[in-house]
């Protein structure tokens, strides 16, 4: 499937999502599109509202993995913050100075239907972050 990255300032990209619905044989396939669209691209992450879906999911490298958080929640931010240099796949060209907590309790359901919980640290905490913005209909701009 042919999938195109919305770009800023599309309306979809200031959108609170609704739930994804593991049940729907479509959630399987965009999850699956949105992985092969974020290998193609060599991003860090890709939540659904770039490529025009409203829904709870996002895709991104952990380590060597890529993990498909679906309904994914932050349940604990560390209090330590730092700032640092991000990019946008749906705002491309442009960096951000964007503080954020330097560690994230992330909990999700993957695919299978297993709830998961992590502990990110760094680049996998700031990721998981931005990628729940784009949920909550928040930009970096």
């Known amino acids: 499937m ?13 959108t609170m999502c609704v739930d994804a619905d593991l049940t729907k044989v479509e959630t399987h396939q965009l999850a699956s599109d949105m992985a092969c669209k974020l290998i193609s691209v060599g991003g860090k992450g890709l939540a659904a509202p770039q490529v025009g879906q409203s829904i709870r999911l996002f895709v ?16 604990r931010r560390g209090r ?17 100075r964007v503080t954020r907590s330097m560690i ?6 993957e695919l299978s239907g297993t709830h998961r919980k992590l502990n990110l640290r760094g680049i996998d905490a700031r990721c998981a972050q931005h990628e729940l913005d784009h949920l909550n209909g928040i930009l970096i701009v």
């Open 104 to 109: 994230c309790d992330l909990e999700f359901t």
């Open 60 to 75: 991104m490298k952990h380590g060597d993995t890529l993990i498909t958080c679906v309904n994914p929640e932050i349940t």
């Open 80 to 96: 330590d913050k730092v700032t640092n240099i991000e990019k946008c796949l749906s705002i491309p060209g442009k960096v951000f």
């Open 2 to 14: 042919k999938m195109d990255i919305v770009k800023y300032p599309d309306p979809i990209l200031n």
